[in-house]
């Protein structure tokens, strides 16, 4: 396992999820629920879309090293794209309406922030780049930890503190940075493509 893996994937990650719907869902959660509960059925929801994502990946790297790398390229231009027009659109205000009692046994409210976060997080942009990195890089036990690390880090900060980090961070702009990296790892995969 790679430590310089694990800590570019979370570079990548941590900042393409923040301004996603399931950081938001996370806030919603925790500003209703045990943050402790919540946290414990987000982490889990985030775990296996990470295992999704690597097995998917892993399958992509068994094609041959210059279409991978034209695979992933591409994947880093759509993933960039998909950030940037979000940051533009604003959030489309998905969020599941959840009842606001706060008298709900632990493992309800684990079992329900596991359930909104397994739903949203479906096909979402972290999820596809994290095929992508697992596919690009061929190390996927760092790949995952990165990955989990980065959503985990998200989720905890929505859950304690959501509102507060959006007044100090602009998610606009680490939306940019996000897209930006993306772009530049894209130009990475194409020029290895290309010169094999």
């Known amino acids: 396992m790679s430590l310089a893996v694990t800590g570019i994937v979370f570079a990548i990650i941590f900042p393409a999820e923040l301004p996603d719907k399931t950081a938001l869902a996370s806030l919603m959660l925790g500003?209703?629920?045990?943050?402790?509960?919540?946290?414990?059925?987000?982490?889990?929801?985030?775990?296996?879309?990470?295992?999704?994502?690597?097995?998917?990946g892993s399958l992509i790297a068994l094609l041959p090293q210059r279409i991978v790398e034209g695979v992933v390229a591409a994947m880093f231009v759509v993933g960039a794209l998909l950030l940037l027009r979000g940051a533009r659109g604003g959030e489309s205000g998905e969020e599941e309406e959840l009842p606001?009692?706060?008298?709900?046994?632990?493992?309800?409210?684990?079992?329900?922030?596991?359930?909104?976060?397994?739903?949203?997080?479906?096909?979402?942009?972290?999820?596809?780049?994290?095929?992508?990195?697992?596919?690009?890089?061929?190390?996927?036990?760092?790949?995952?930890?990165?990955?989990?690390?980065?959503?985990?880090?998200?989720?905890?900060?929505?859950?304690?503190?959501?509102?507060k980090v959006q007044k100090i961070l602009s998610l606009t702009w680490l939306t940019r940075i996000a897209a930006l990296v993306m772009i530049v790892l894209a130009g990475f995969s194409l020029a290895s493509a290309v010169t094999g």
């Not at 500003?31 to 998917?56: E, K, M, N, T, W």
Request: glycine share 12%; charged share 10%.
């Open 100 to 163: 606001v009692s706060s008298t709900l046994p632990g493992w309800r409210v684990a079992a329900t922030s596991f359930g909104v976060i397994l739903v949203a997080e479906f096909g979402d942009l972290t999820q596809i780049v994290t095929a992508n990195l697992a596919a690009h890089y061929q190390d996927p036990i760092a790949v995952g930890v990165g990955a989990t690390l980065a959503l985990w880090a998200v989720g905890g900060l929505a859950i304690l503190g959501g509102r």
């Open 31 to 56: 500003s209703r629920y045990d943050p402790r509960q919540v946290f414990a059925g987000v982490a889990g929801a985030f775990l296996v879309h990470v295992c999704l994502a690597i097995a998917a």
